[in-house]
């Protein structure tokens, strides 16, 4: 695979007519306007603020249809704290497109820039009642983290209040 991105605008062709490139603070609009949508009409979009969009596009991508549209977008970052660790903050694909193989090639490019920077973990969370995340997840190799602290959520460990004391969170972990 083509290293698209390490100037921050090459594009990389990878699945019929889509394309791959950094994302930039301009593209901050047109990602946050379709959160909502992309995720059934829940109230998802506080979940990406600008700020993701400022400071962390050179391990993130943007994913356009060759007539430009917003096919999908990871948003990731390398973690300050644990220099072996990736973290996939948040991955959508345009309903429309799904099944096609996209939300996984988001991933790999995302893998590529981990591994260029020598981490050998990524981790993600997810709602545990999200089982197409689940699933999605688990296709692409990752593990339910399962442990002290978790329950069976919605057929999922997961832990019960992890984000804001309310938010039930199942940890996904996927060695590099």
């Excluded at 917003?70 to 660790?85: E, K, R």
């Excluded at 050998?120 to 990752?142: C, K, M, Q, V």
Aim: net charge negative; aromatic share 12%; hydrophobic share 40%.
């Amino acid at each position: 695979m083509a290293d698209a991105g390490a100037t921050g605008g090459a594009e990389d062709p990878d699945i019929e007519g889509v394309t791959f490139r950094r994302p930039t603070e301009a593209d901050y609009p047109r990602v946050v306007r379709v959160i909502d949508d992309w995720w059934g009409g829940r109230n998802m979009d506080f979940l990406l603020p600008r700020l993701w969009l400022q400071h962390f596009t050179s391990t993130s991508w943007l994913a356009e249809t060759a007539a430009g549209a917003l096919a999908g977008f990871v948003i990731g970052f390398h973690s300050p704290d644990h220099p072996d660790v990736a973290y996939c903050r948040l991955i959508g694909t345009n309903p429309n497109l799904r099944l096609q193989g996209l939300g996984r090639q988001l991933y790999e490019h995302l893998f590529d820039d981990a591994r260029r920077a020598g981490r050998h973990e990524i981790r993600a969370i997810t709602w545990p009642g999200n089982r197409t995340s689940i699933a999605f997840h688990r296709a692409l190799g990752f593990e339910v983290v399962d442990g002290p602290g978790t329950q069976n959520l919605y057929g999922v460990p997961a832990f019960p209040g992890y984000d804001f004391d309310r938010e039930d969170r199942a940890i996904l972990v996927r060695s590099l």
